[in-house]
């Protein structure tokens, strides 16, 4: 038996901490900042995107790669680029956009790489009901036995709370880590369900309410701005639906804005990758609030929502800069 794509990848649910200490045993991973892929290694090699699309006409260098691995094998991994300051997740958006001559060039001018952290299966053996562990052992000894350097990575894995927490530091955000997975050891390969945890690095930030979804006076959710080098307001961020308590204050707060506003007639996607317009009001760009976010970051704009915390009084709109 052989698998052949499309194959569901595993995938996980987010949780807010990590298990207690004494809980029973977790392997802890990194959780880089890329584009999700499965590769088929052998000779027809296929990159596989999360949702089963065909990566490899962007990415030709890392096709080569999977036809020389030298072992026919299905992996489970991270495709990302990698920048001056680490992991660049919109030059890995500028190159999956090129075909051709131009994604060729685009893989001399900065290549893409492949931090692998599953094996489903090697040289023939399907490995979907091996545990975790037996896998994991399969996937370093491929790494040790084909000496694999880049674009191959192994992704690191420990049993040490400790050093995970380490990675939830927001240096490691800052440089394209943006949380942790959290796995159960003797855990089996199961397509399509969220049998793995993963837990996002989150920091605090601020950034200027520019407008909110719903009504003005009981906002649902707050479209979040700074300002650019001009003193432009420039969208940064959307916050999740906001609680109760929280719409009632910053309701008796805000102020509604008309065609002075410098949103006013423009059109925001309801979502990252959504190409649907959202619905909402413009208000006085005068409170500053204070929001938890992750690292995840495309052009300065935070691509996951960030949580409501308070208005921060002691700040100004001036204060708050991209």
């Known amino acids: 038996m052989h698998l052949s794509p499309p194959i569901e990848p595993m995938l996980a649910r987010s949780v807010t901490a990590l298990p207690p200490a004494g809980a029973r045993p977790a392997l802890f991973e990194q959780k880089a900042d890329g584009f999700r892929t499965l590769v088929f290694a052998g000779p027809k090699p296929f990159l596989q995107s999360r949702r089963g699309a065909d990566l490899g006409p962007a990415f030709p260098e890392l096709v080569a790669a999977a036809a020389a691995l030298g072992v026919e094998a299905v992996l489970d991994a991270e495709l990302v680029t990698v920048g001056a300051d680490g992991l660049d997740f919109t030059a890995l958006q500028e190159r999956a956009r090129r075909r051709g001559a131009t994604a060729r060039r685009a893989a001399l001018e900065r290549p893409a790489h492949l931090i692998v952290f599953d094996v489903l299966e090697m040289s023939g053996a399907v490995l979907l009901n091996e545990p975790l562990w037996r896998r994991r052992d399969a996937l370093e000894d491929l790494f040790a036995g084909r000496r694999l350097t880049a674009p191959w990575a192994l992704c690191p894995q420990t049993l040490d709370r400790e050093v995970a927490l380490g990675w939830l530091d927001p240096a490691w955000g800052t440089a394209g880590i943006e949380g942790i997975m959290i796995k159960d050891p003797g855990s089996r390969y199961r397509s399509g369900e969220r049998g793995w945890m993963k837990l996002r690095t989150r920091l605090t930030t601020e950034g200027i309410i520019g407008a909110v979804t719903g009504a003005v006076a009981a906002p649902r959710s707050l479209l979040l701005g700074r300002l650019d080098a ?75 929502p960030v949580r409501y915390v308070r208005i921060r009084d002691d700040m100004t709109p001036g204060d708050v800069r991209a």
């Open 230 to 304: 001009a003193g432009r307001l420039r969208l940064v961020a959307r916050s999740t639906p906001l609680p109760r308590k929280a719409a009632a204050e910053l309701g008796a707060a805000l102020r509604s804005a008309g065609a002075e506003h410098p949103w006013w007639g423009r059109t925001f996607s309801a979502g990252w990758g959504v190409k649907e317009p959202l619905a909402f009001h413009p208000v006085a760009p005068d409170l500053v609030a204070e929001v938890e976010a992750d690292t995840a970051l495309d052009l300065g704009r935070h691509r996951h």
